[in-house]
């Protein structure tokens, strides 16, 4: 069974902080990963997506891949108090399916 | 442009009814996928369609659900006989894959199944 695991939270920062939101897959074969941000009671809306080892950034938004130790985080910097979020990891296990971690919920404190 | 439209957004039907779920993807894009959300939960896969090829439909939970796609465009999600456990926001999602790596899906807003 692939798997894709996320620490459920909630995970509360102070505003102006950096939120780390970590997320660990099964399937070493994995070749693409997101991130995709869900406001309650509305649709996921990806953010980031990243394919290659190491860090890709987009405006607060940081994306940190591992495939060596199987683990992919996203970071926010400068976090806002609209950030608060469930925060989904996916991954592309091969071919076109997609498993997405359970979420993480983010609560940026004003 | 447009954006995945999904309909109807909320759909109340009564156990043992059969219900139809509507996804309009992204126009051109060529992968359509249906994931299952409950309360609280993440996202369940349960079927794709990737162009010409046989959808993998590896994710329905049971064989009362299935899902078709017509000229490779509109989808359908057909569940027969309600069950109450099948309540959850149905998301459909469009990509146009360059390859199987670089997939990136857009979700529609969902429709919100509640069965009595």
């Known amino acids: 069974q692939k798997e894709v695991e996320q620490n459920s939270g909630p995970l509360s920062v102070p505003e102006g902080a950096i939120a780390s939101l970590n997320c660990t897959y099964s399937d070493r074969g994995s070749q693409s990963f997101f991130w995709y941000r869900q406001y309650s009671g509305k649709s996921p809306e990806l953010i980031m997506s990243i394919y290659s080892n190491g860090d890709k950034e987009d405006g607060r938004f940081t994306a940190q891949l591992n495939k060596a130790s199987q683990y992919v985080s996203l970071l926010i910097r400068d976090s806002q108090p609209s950030d608060s979020a469930t925060y989904l990891c996916?991954?592309?296990?091969?071919?076109?399916?997609?498993?997405f971690g359970a979420g993480t919920r983010l609560f940026v404190k004003a | 442009g447009a954006g995945v439209s999904q309909s109807p957004s909320n759909k109340v039907t009564e156990k043992g009814k059969d219900v139809e779920l509507r996804c309009d993807p992204i126009s051109g894009h060529t992968a359509l996928y249906w994931y299952r959300q409950s309360l609280g939960q993440g996202l369940e896969f349960l079927i794709y369609f990737q162009g010409n090829s046989a959808p993998d439909k590896s994710g329905l939970p049971s064989d009362r659900f299935s899902a078709e796609r017509t000229g490779g465009s509109v989808s359908t999600l057909t569940i027969q006989r309600t069950q109450q456990e099948d309540s959850a926001v149905y998301l459909c999602?469009?990509?146009?894959?360059?390859?199987?790596?670089?997939?990136?899906?857009?979700f529609g807003p969902g429709t919100r199944l509640t069965v009595l």
């Open positions: 999602a469009s990509s146009l894959p360059r390859d199987r790596v670089y997939n990136e899906q857009f």
């Open positions: 996916a991954v592309n296990t091969g071919g076109f399916k997609t498993i």
